[in-house]
Every structure is written in structure tokens, then in C-alpha cells.
């Protein structure tokens, strides 16, 4: 089927399975007493409002490159068990029609309160505060940086969990403050070993992964990668191939739906304006060309 006659999955229905908690992007399901069953459906945030429209195969694109890089980062202790449906609980079998391609059974973690952020490219409000101060996020960066420029090595810039509106940047001190410095060291030397990985990865393939989002959580006592993992709605995701630094770049994410909201003079307040059925269409393109590239496979 074509992105514009796929079906699209706004929301989940699962009656008589407990409903953990609804995102705006994933729905989340209790499996045990210890296991949480995570759908990624087509629902897309801008700006921080849920659209009105899905965007076609966007939960199964986020899902599969989410399992894709849990598979190939084995060695990284993860929540992820299986997106296997035979291996779920038997009270999701009679909704495997609703779960095939877009779901996954994780080990239930409890989240650390920081957003572990790698920038190893110099992008979006970076840019901005490093055009003020030289620096992004208190990190001082070499003179003469342009955007787009590649950071080597990559920065940390952890933020705070925000559950309405935006994330806020936070100073390496109030990581600390938060959660402690073993695990505030912990997670940021992960943060960055995967993410060096990715990006090298990434480069071979022809994408270039200029910025990345990672969650961190404690099972069992031990901290673990949660949540979804280098997809283009926690990463900034660009064109290996025509990338030129000195000005933005094309990219992969939903970074297009946010250009023609920015074009309607929408107030950025509920409720969004309605995309365009082109917008639509392009955006679920954009997604489906990340995983083809990142996988070397089509989407399921």
C-alpha cells in the first residue's frame, strides 16, 4: 500500500489489558508484573501538540529502527525482550493485527530524571547559544565553528524530563544534583559510546545522526537504555551525501511537518491546523527512507 492508502493508528485500542500510560506518541500496557508492552502509533507532536492527522507507518518506522539498533547494540544492557508477538503475554495475542511491526515487550525500568542529549554536530538552539557565547550548554566549543560544523569529540548536554511542554537544558551540576554522580557518570559515558558507535554506523550507511536524545533507567540495579533509541523523532537525522556545514540541512524527521506550521502563522496552541494531505505524505516518505537507509531493508 501506498503511505497515503496505508491505514493509520492514532491510538490504540486493547480492551481488558491495562493501560499503563498514553504518550504522544506511544501507548503503553502493563504485561506482568515487571514487563511493559510499548505500541509506537503514527500519532506526531510539533511544537509540543499531538496533530489531528497520523502520519502513515511512522510507529512501525520508530518501532523497527528502535529494535534494529537494540539488536546490533546487543552488547548494551537494554529494557528491550522481544518484538516477537508469539513471545507476548497471552492476553495481546487477540491484537496482534495492532501489534505487528509496532511493538515491543520491554523490562519495566524506573526512568532517570534527565534527558541524556549528544550533540556531535552543531544544530538548532546549540547553534543559537554557541553564535552568543561560544559554547553550548556551559561546553566551551573551538572558535570558528559555522552550523552544521561537526563537533569532535561529541558534548553531553543533559535536560530535564519535561511531562508538558519543553525540556529544559541543565548544567552537568544539576545532572549530578538529580540523580547522583556515579549514575550521572554512568550515563554520559554510555550516552557517548553509543552514540559514537551510531554515528559511525550511521555515516556508512549515508545518514548522518547530528544530535541524539537517550533515556536511562534502573532495573534489577542495574541502568539500562530505555525508551525508544536513535530514530528520527529522538535524533536529528541528516543527508550523508550533499552535507555541506554553514547552513541547515535537509533531514529525515519530522522537521518538515514544523516548516509549514511555521509558514500558517499558528500560534503554536492547541488545536494545530490541519496538514495537508502532501505534508502527510512527504513525512511518512521521509520516515520510511530513514529506515530503509539506516537497515537496508523496506519497511515491512
Known sequence: MTPMTQSVMRESSLPGVKLFSRGKVRDV??????????????????????????IPAKGAVLNQITCFWFELLQDVKSHFVTADIERYPEEFRPYASQLA?????????????????????????????????????????????????????????PSTKATQGHDENITWE???????????????????AVYNRARDYAESRGIIIADTKFEWGRANGEII?????????????????????????PSFDKQFVRDYLESTGWNKQP??????????????????????????????
Not at 145 to 156: A, H, K, N, W
Not at 225 to 243: H, Q
Open 29 to 54: 500496557y502493563e504485561a506482568g508484573e515487571n514487563r511493559l508492552l510499548v505500541i509506537a502509533t503514527d500519532r506526531l507532536s510539533a511544537f509540543d501538540v499531538v496533530m489531528e492527522q497520523g
Open 101 to 157: 511491526g509496532r511493538s515491543m515487550l520491554v523490562v519495566k525500568a524506573e526512568p532517570f530524571p534527565v534527558e541524556c542529549i549528544v550533540r556531535g554536530y552543531l544544530a538548532g538552539s546549540g547553534w543559537k547559544e554557541y553564535q552568543k557565547t561560544r559554547a553550548v550548554c556551559g561546553i566551551r566549543l573551538p572558535e570558528g565553528l559555522q552550523e552544521s560544523s561537526r563537533i569532535d569529540p561529541p558534548i553531553f548536554t
Open 174 to 192: 544539576q545532572a549530578v544534583a538529580l540523580i547522583g554522580k556515579e549514575a550521572a557518570e554512568a550515563v554520559r559515558a554510555r550516552s557517548l
Open 271 to 300: 488545536p494545530p491546523p490541519p496538514l495537508p494531505p502532501e505534508v502527510v505524505r512527504k513525512t511518512s516518505e521521509k520516515y520510511r527512507e530513514a529506515y530503509r537507509l539506516l537497515t537496508g531493508r523496506s519497511l515491512d
Open 225 to 249: 537504555l530505555i525508551d525508544e533509541v536513535l530514530t528520527p523523532d529522538s535524533s536529528r537525522f541528516w543527508p550523508r551525501e550533499g552535507y555541506a556545514p554553514g547552513r541547515s540541512q
